[in-house]
Each structure stands twice: as structure tokens, then as C-alpha cells.
């Protein structure tokens, strides 16, 4: 099993949900996030005062799917996900050793 982790731009979280429904996606945990890569933020004017804004505010997107499945869902969230310009975000792929569903104790494929 891989957890999927992709970090995007807030504005982009409908279109990954229906590019990621259209292949049987179900279960996933979306948080708000805030930080930066490359850009280190960036400047904006507030009443004439300039000031930096460190950390950008993203969405995180976690769903642990079967190994077979992984590279398509990668391929999805990236697709929907892709704007051209910086700061579109970053996608990670991490071993998953066991997953145990609280409610009926079901294991590892079963469980998600």
C-alpha cells in the first residue's frame, strides 16, 4: 500500500476531487496548510503598508490506496492539479505497512 500526500493550491481542491472520483476514489483527509517552496511567499500592500507573506496558504490531500493504483492517482492529482505557473505544489509517495480500520478491525486492503 503508498499514502499519497499532494500539496496544491486551494482553488484546485474541486478539480482534483472530480478528476480523482472519475477513477474510483473515495475516502481522503484534506487539511489546510500553509508554506512555502522556491518563493518564500511574497509581498502584498495592506492600507499602504508593504509586508511579506511568508507562508501560502495550500491544501494537503492524504489517501492510502493499493500499490497497483498509486501511479494513477499520482498521475490524476497531477494533471488536475497543474496550473503552469510556480507554487502548484508538490506530491509525495510513502510506504504504508498497515492499516487497521478502528471500527470492524478489518486489515491492510480491506481496511481502505
Excluded: C, S
Excluded at 508554506?35 to 503598508?49: D, L, N, P, S, W
Excluded at 509586508?51 to 494533471?79: G, N, S, T
Amino acid at each position: 500500500m503508498k499514502k499519497i500526500e499532494a500539496i496544491i493550491k486551494p482553488f484546485k481542491l474541486d478539480d482534483v476531487k472530480e478528476a480523482l472520483a472519475e477513477i474510483g476514489i473515495q475516502g481522503m483527509t484534506i487539511t489546510e496548510v500553509k508554506g512555502h517552496g522556491r518563493q518564500k511567499g511574497h509581498k502584498e500592500i495592506y492600507r499602504g503598508a508593504e509586508y511579506v507573506v511568508d507562508f501560502i496558504p495550500k491544501i494537503k490531500i492524504e489517501i492510502v490506496v493499493d500499490d497497483a493504483m498509486a501511479y494513477q492517482l499520482v498521475e490524476k492529482i497531477r494533471e488536475a492539479a497543474n496550473t503552469g505557473k510556480i507554487g502548484d505544489g508538490k506530491i509525495f509517495v510513502l510506504p504504508v505497512e498497515e492499516v487497521i480500520r478502528v471500527r470492524t478491525n478489518e486489515k491492510g486492503i480491506d481496511a481502505i
